[in-house]
């Protein structure tokens, strides 16, 4: 028999319904299962495997500079659900975003090549949090974030609500999966391309999702972190 296709509504953090992605209902529901029960194995083993190195790195940040070793912030995740992302804090504790929010805006307009998201020589990052961002290591308490269904092992970075609003109607097709820690723009370049080759990408994978995409993106992330290649 003929799967019939099932059509996915995006919803982003603006309330439009983006462009739907039209999917096989029965390959698309073993597919997400299949995910999800992958995540959680994978999210859970590492959480507890990384232990010792998370209690490392959350001593070292308090000792680097006050506040607390943990960053929380919104982001937007599938269909323009809200959630709170957590990270390792590589800023101090007292900044705002107001520079972040100017600085992508015009990255939006010319699409630049640049360290994505990062306002360069930005000085609200720390001497702890410059070295974090470099090994990708305040990546990892969005094991946690994966635990919680918020983001997947593999899919788009999960972008921040402020963003949201400069998106052109082909960009929302990124909202139809779930972010993920890793994705097809950290595997292709990552701050060597510009922010739209970063939206390109994840419309790209949001279109051709399956598990061997999603397999192969993690393996070719294991040499791009411990290389660094592409870090900024």
């Known amino acids: 028999m003929a799967t019939e296709p099932m059509t996915l509504p995006v919803v982003?953090?603006?309330?439009?319904?983006?462009?739907?992605?039209?999917?096989?209902?029965?390959?698309?529901?073993l597919y997400l299962f299949l995910k999800r029960?992958?995540?959680?194995?994978?999210?859970?083993?590492?959480?507890?495997?990384?232990?010792?190195?998370?209690?490392?790195?959350?001593?070292a940040i308090h000792?680097?500079?006050?506040?607390?070793?943990?960053?929380?912030?919104?982001?937007?995740?599938?269909?323009?659900r809200r959630f709170r992302v957590v990270k390792f804090r590589s800023m101090r504790a007292d900044s705002d975003n107001a520079a972040h929010a100017a600085f992508l805006h015009q990255l939006m307009?010319?699409?630049?090549?640049?360290?994505?998201?990062?306002?360069p020589s930005d000085p609200r990052v720390t001497r702890m949090g410059k070295f974090?961002?470099?090994?990708?290591?305040?990546?990892?308490?969005?094991?946690?974030n994966v635990l919680c269904g918020d983001m997947s092992?593999?899919?788009?970075?999960?972008?921040?609500?402020?963003?949201?609003?400069?998106y052109a109607p082909w960009m929302q097709r990124?909202?139809?999966?779930?972010?993920?820690?890793?994705?097809?723009?950290q595997v292709s370049g990552r701050s060597r391309l510009s922010l739209l080759d970063m939206y390109r990408l994840d419309v790209e994978y949001a279109e051709h999702a399956?598990?061997?995409l999603d397999l192969s993106i993690l393996f070719k992330t294991i040499p791009v972190v411990l290389t660094r290649d592409g870090a900024a």
């Open 12 to 29: 982003t953090a603006m309330g439009s319904v983006a462009q739907p992605l039209d999917r096989p209902a029965q390959s698309d529901a």
């Open 37 to 59: 029960a992958f995540d959680i194995l994978v999210a859970a083993a590492m959480i507890v495997a990384l232990l010792p190195v998370i209690l490392i790195i959350g001593i």
């Open 63 to 80: 000792l680097d500079s006050p506040g607390p070793c943990f960053y929380r912030g919104e982001r937007v995740g599938r269909f323009g």
């Open 109 to 119: 307009q010319d699409g630049t090549t640049c360290a994505i998201y990062k306002v």
């Open 132 to 144: 974090l961002r470099r090994t990708s290591l305040d990546e990892l308490p969005q094991l946690w």
């Open 153 to 166: 092992l593999v899919g788009p970075r999960p972008d921040v609500p402020y963003a949201i609003a400069d």
């Open 174 to 185: 990124r909202l139809a999966v779930t972010p993920g820690v890793t994705g097809l723009w």
């Open 210 to 212: 399956s598990l061997a």
